[in-house]
């Protein structure tokens, strides 16, 4: 009955039930600009929506595992396009509080610096409260079911830096309130969304560029890998052969030596280096100096995920480099990460 009314009646309607257009969610503006065209045919709308990888309307984004940001696979393109949306609406009106009056629950280490940082200031900048807990405080006996349901009685949310991925997902499973992945031993998607959303502000063509990232399997490297599969990136992957991840793709393609394609690549990934591959033969190999950066595409950044470490990973004169994205690349981190609180808790502005 909604669509065969007029744009300004479905909005009067969609009032009175609770409820609204938000002009900072995609699907709610493709409904929109259906509805103000004259286009009430539900399939035609539906259509619309699949033609541009967006959540339907029949399947709501709320009844999904992704009221939760825990694993990248579970979103679509549209779901990230989303969370920018957010990002961009935040950043142009500084001084909003859609956090007003709500209260979220971290899990962290002392060891935490950025994302640690970045969520608490975020939060508390967009009106919110927070209480902090080490991670350790999910090891206890008591099963993980008891604590979230007792937590959901004064939090609103929950940000967890656990090294267990299954404690993450087993919170989600269990919490009616939005629980949020902040780095375990499987995946970082906080981070590399959010670095994705820099490489937006740098590059409009950011979706058409080479991705490559150099170094062993580890979480960030897991987290790019889904990101690129979600967002449809050309993600190259170069390591040892022991690394090779899965069998070639749009999506992903190993390599085992870097000049294969280095002169190929837009953007250097890197994350530092576990203790067994901190050695002269792996590092004379595989990494990334100021001379191999050379041999990259005109405009290639390196993007190296801190903590990072030179005369690992990466050397000196690459860190000195202006092909380094440099320390303020990471400035927008806290803005993505208030978005995807933003997004978790109410789908939007």
Known sequence: MLLQRSYEEAEDMLEKAGYSLSPTILRDVIVGYCLQRGVYDF????????????????????????????????????????????????????GGKPLEGKTFVLFFPQTSLRTRTTFQSGIRQLGGDCILFPPETLDRREELIDTVKYLENWADGIVVRHPDAAKV???????????????????????????????????????????????????????????????????????TPENEYREPSTNYRFHSALVDILPKSDVILTDSLPASYQNSKYIDAYQ??????????????????PPFFRSEEVSHDAIESEYFVGHGFKKDLLLVQQAILVYCSFGGL
Request: glycine share 4%; with cysteine; proline share 4%.
């Open 43 to 94: 399939v035609e709308i539906e259509e619309t929506l699949a033609d541009r990888d967006v959540q339907s309307l029949i399947n709501d984004r709320r009844g999904l595992d992704n009221m939760h940001f825990i694993d990248l696979l579970h979103f679509t393109s549209g779901h990230i396009q989303e969370i920018y949306t957010i990002a961009d609406t935040l950043k142009a009106n500084p």
């Open 169 to 239: 997902r087993l919170l989600a499973e269990h919490a009616s309130i939005p629980v949020i992945n902040a780095m375990t031993n499987e995946n970082h998607p906080c981070e590399v969304v959010a670095d994705l959303y820099a490489l937006r502000q740098r590059r409009e063509d950011y979706l058409d560029l080479v991705y490559t990232y150099v170094g062993p399997i580890g979480n960030i490297f897991k987290a790019w890998a889904d990101l690129a599969e979600v967002m449809n990136l050309r993600f190259h992957h170069v390591c």
């Open 288 to 305: 990334i100096t100021f001379e191999k950066l050379h041999t990259a595409k005109p405009g290639a950044m390196l993007n190296p995920c």
